[in-house]
T-cell receptor, first 109, second 113 residues
Framework: GIQVEQSPPDLILQEGANSTLRCNFSDSVNNLQWFHQNPWGQLINLFYIPSGTKQNGRLSATTVATERYSLLYISSSQTTDSGVYFCAVEKWSNYQLIWGAGTKLIIKP | DVKVTQSSRYLVKRTGEKVFLECVQDMDHENMFWYRQDPGLGLRLIYFSYDVKMKEKGDIPEGYSVSREKKERFSLILESASTNQTSMYLC????????????FGQGTRLTVV
């Protein structure tokens, strides 16, 4: 089956720093999503981005489908950005999302 | 504002009890999912449903069953709760294959004692 790898597994930054999270996937996909899980366990959808680039405030994401990777950029980090960031993909007609192991981000004040 | 609502935020049950976890979505989505999340193991799919009265086993269905009598409601049932089912349970809703983003409920942290 399709493999999803996220890097780095852990990231510790000072408030105000920028960061780039990466998601690699082993096969072509028709759906890719980025999620943020806050310290209370809630999963929030950040981007639906099977290809191209999207921006939402300080966050942006780029997926290069032909090279099978996606990047999540966080600029001017705030302590509320702390949590785990997950990438999830779907292969056509599979009905399921395949999840990466996540990147744990800690933003220090 | 789209919503997926899980019936309980925290739940404590005794070993052997039958446990019902309820999930309701208001987005008219076809697909609904139940995951469990444990430290170091990530999100693991228990069951999913792509239509009313339809269900498919995920990666770890043993000890669980599900019910989807109405499109908006997907229930997870622990037939006889055991301590190894202590976990965070997450419900998700999604319009359809390849279409758009999935939305999650707030999660239910279940402790079986």
């Amino acid at each position: 089956g399709i493999q999803v790898e996220q890097s780095p597994p852990d990231l510790i930054l000072q408030e105000g720093a920028n960061s780039t999270l990466r998601c690699n996937f082993s096969d072509s996909v028709n759906n890719l999503q980025w999620f943020h899980q806050n310290p209370w366990g809630q999963l929030i959808n950040l981007f639906y981005i099977p290809s191209g680039t999207k921006q939402n405030g300080r966050l942006s994401a780029t997926t290069v489908a032909t090279e099978r990777y996606s990047l999540l950029y966080i600029s001017s980090s705030q302590t509320t950005d702390s949590g785990v960031y997950f990438c999830a993909v779907e292969k056509w007609s599979n009905y399921q999302l395949i999840w990466g192991a996540g990147t744990k981000l800690i933003i220090k004040p | 504002d789209v919503k997926v609502t899980q019936s309980s935020r925290y739940l404590v049950k005794r070993t052997g009890e039958k446990v019902f976890l309820e999930c309701v979505q208001d987005m008219d989505h076809e697909n609904m999912f139940w995951y469990r999340q444990d430290p170091g193991l990530g999100l693991r799919l228990i069951y999913f449903s792509y239509d009313v009265k339809m269900k498919e086993k995920g990666d770890i269905p043993e000890g669980y069953s599900v019910s989807r009598e109405k499109k908006e409601r997907f229930s997870l049932i622990l037939e006889s709760a055991s301590t190894n089912q202590t976990s965070m349970y997450l419900c998700a809703s999604w319009r359809g294959q390849g279409i758009g983003e999935a939305f999650f409920g707030q999660g239910t942290r279940l402790t079986v004692v």
